[in-house]
């Protein structure tokens, strides 16, 4: 086995909703026990819906947002924790890439200055050419370092992002929806890109998205998150060949696909979730306070009396494919 | 061949700027016939909302028509009074936006919202209007209606402001419905739903409608037809059975070959080089040619004409013809 360089283990993180002027606010779980290692060099995707928590975990991991229990190690270091002076070392290894790339570069910073920051506050005396050999590999023309951010295209930008985060050389990037704001035709020059770096700058990725897509094509390993619960786990050709959670079934035949009918995969997977399909909206958010029973139940119907009180555990059922279902126990 | 409800002929749509005019939609033919879903696709800028919003007459300034005809049930749109329009506009041909969030009018409950338009395009009042308004919101798929009628837009989630928006597109018994990337900000699941519930519709209502998306995807569950428009022009159109398994335009087939997908995983995805033209930056010639892996010297000096294939199934495109 390779060796894990992150260990996420049963974080947990709430946020207090405000209940108005005269009701008590109530605490909601963004993520709720979540647990999962990334080994060195893999890249595992973290999947779900808008509020699933995901875009919270890899916050969580950044040192960005303190979970309320659990841990985060990073190459066996425990980080989550340290005060903000002893993550700074860290900080450096680890890097993150946003969704929208309009959003996260300060149109008054050259673009050059703004990849140079993260090589300043490390301590590096001459950024500049590191900073335009970096330019080069992410694929920019020579003379972006001079230029502001508003004279790129959003590929470009994202580009620039992913220069910023790399230019440091972390082992570790979070990878925040990268693709999900460009262009189709723009989307797989990125996703290549990430491929690349990853393999030269032997890189480690988290990679949160919506987008099942997209992850097929990036990820080695997958974790489908629901409501601040990791429901399936496993190797991404197994989860797409078998998906055993019902919510994960749900997701894939979701999925408007290109491909033609008779293509593989994606078919099964709609077969076993055509019931599904037809689920119920959405769950609400659950209160933390009446926590009890499965998180998709209400959206399930594949469900039993037994799904409303009991909580399923993530359970393994082979080749380290886990979900967390009662259907799945013997 | 059906008979078609809508026909837009050589439509075009500029916009005048300071360094020039910018031609977004540069003279493009479409037709929706009855009860079909016709959906055109293109990459964001390439003109496709402009021309949604060109059927409806609704193009934002400094941009203006600049020729060409929308053709409604054999009546130019682009013709009549304004007056006329805003009977047409809503009642016979509405549209649902992509942003379900920003479209509502946040002091207003649903029920007035959708009532407003039963009122406007039916004539109904009182009670009748809120029967009418019910019926519509059971209509697309909303179980408590009663409950929605009296919500305001921010009590519901973006699915649930989605089919609203739709059922106010459809309250009017419309011929026409024009769907501007309606799922675009929700979620998968919600999205599979709510494409569900418009082809529902379209059985229901014999509605036909045009789909604008930049997700082959959607294009290949929903549409009957397909137009692909690239920098302001359709480069490639017919059945959809056509355009994904007969593709004949090296643009559709970069697309086709660069999205990726739940098939089988390649290790590089395929990827069109460059990107789309900036407006004022449209290159001459066949306007997709820098990208082009085939580019011949013709393509550089003329704009290719359409060459017909089998059926209804075009390409814009020297490989093919003049």
């Given amino acids: ?330 | 061949m059906r008979e078609k409800l809508l026909n837009i002929n050589e439509l075009a749509v500029h916009f005048k700027l300071e360094e020039g005019i910018f031609k977004a939609v540069d003279g493009i033919n479409i037709s929706v016939g009855k009860k079909e879903t016709v959906c055109l696709v293109g990459e964001s800028g390439s003109g496709k909302t402009l021309t949604a919003l060109a059927v409806m007459r609704l193009i934002p300034k400094p941009g203006f028509i600049a020729g060409g005809e929308v053709l409604f049930l054999g009546q130019d749109l682009l013709k009549v009074q304004e007056e006329q329009m805003r009977e047409i506009r809503g009642a016979r041909v509405s549209m649902v936006f992509q942003e379900p969030f920003t479209c509502l009018n946040p002091v207003y409950t649903v029920g007035d919202q959708i009532g407003e338009s039963v009122d406007l395009h039916i004539g109904l009042k009182g009670l009748q209007k809120k029967t009418r308004v019910l019926e519509v919101l059971q209509l697309v798929g909303i179980s408590d209606a009663t409950r929605v009628y009296g919500a305001y837009p921010h009590e519901l989630s973006g699915g649930m402001r989605q089919r609203v928006m739709i059922a106010m597109g459809i309250v009017s018994e419309p011929d026409l419905l024009i769907a501007d990337e309606p799922t675009t900000a929700l979620d998968v699941t919600i999205q599979a739903q709510i494409l569900e519930l418009l082809a529902a519709l379209k059985e229901k209502l014999s509605l036909s409608i045009l789909l604008v998306t930049h997700d082959l995807g959607i294009v290949n569950e929903t549409g009957d037809r397909v137009y692909v428009m690239y920098s302001g022009r359709i480069m490639e159109s017919g059945p959809k059975k056509d355009i994904f398994s007969g593709t004949k335009h090296p643009y559709t087939e970069g697309l086709l070959k660069s999205v990726p997908d739940l098939g089988p995983v390649k290790n590089r995805l395929y990827t069109i080089p460059g990107s789309i033209p900036e407006p004022l930056k449209v290159p001459g010639g066949c306007r997709f040619h820098p990208r082009c892996p085939y580019v011949m010297d013709i393509c550089r000096e003329k704009e290719p004409a359409e060459t017909k294939f089998n059926g209804e199934h075009s390409a814009w495109c020297f490989r093919y013809g003049k």
């Fill in chain 1, 1 to 330: 086995m390779e060796n894990n360089i992150l260990a996420v283990k049963n974080i947990k993180k709430t946020f207090r909703t405000s209940g108005g002027i005269f009701a008590a606010g109530r605490s909601i779980y963004a993520v709720n026990n979540v647990s999962f290692e990334i080994g060195e060099g893999r890249t595992r995707g973290l999947v779900g819906e808008s509020g699933c928590g995901k875009t919270t975990v890899g916050k969580i991991i950044l040192g960005l947002e303190k979970p309320d229990s659990g841990e985060v190690s990073f190459n066996g270091k425990k980080i989550s924790g340290l005060a903000e002076k002893e993550l700074r070392p860290v900080r450096k290894d680890m890097q993150i890439i946003f969704q929208d790339p309009f959003a996260s570069l300060n149109p008054r910073i050259r673009v050059g200055n703004a990849i140079g920051e993260a090589l300043k506050i490390a301590g590096a005396a001459d950024t500049s050419s590191r900073v335009k050999d970096i330019i080069k590999e992410v694929g920019l023309p020579e003379d972006t370092y001079y230029r502001y951010p508003h004279e790129f295209s959003g590929g470009q930008r994202q580009r620039i992002c992913i220069a910023r985060a790399i230019v440091s050389r972390p082992k570790f990037v979070v990878c925040d929806e990268p693709v999900s704001s460009l262009d189709v035709s723009v989307q797989s020059q990125i996703i290549n890109l990430l491929k690349d770096l990853k393999d030269e700058f032997r890189l480690t990725y988290l990679f949160i998205s919506h987008d099942l897509r997209v992850v097929k094509n990036i990820c080695d390993s997958i974790s489908v998150m629901y409501y601040g619960n990791i429901v399936e786990e496993g190797e991404s050709e197994d989860i797409f060949a078998e998906p055993r959670h019902p919510y994960t079934r749900l997701l894939i035949s979701s999925v408007p696909s290109i491909a033609t009918p008779a293509a593989g995969a994606r078919n099964r997977a709609a077969e076993a979730g055509k019931k599904e399909k037809s689920a119920p909206g959405r769950a609400l958010h659950r209160n933390s306070e009446i926590e009890k029973g499965c998180a998709f139940y209400s959206r399930c119907l594949l469900r039993q009396n037994r799904c409303a009180g009991n909580i399923p555990e993530l359970r393994d059922t082979g080749r380290g494919h886990k979900a967390a279902c009662f259907l799945q126990e013997k």
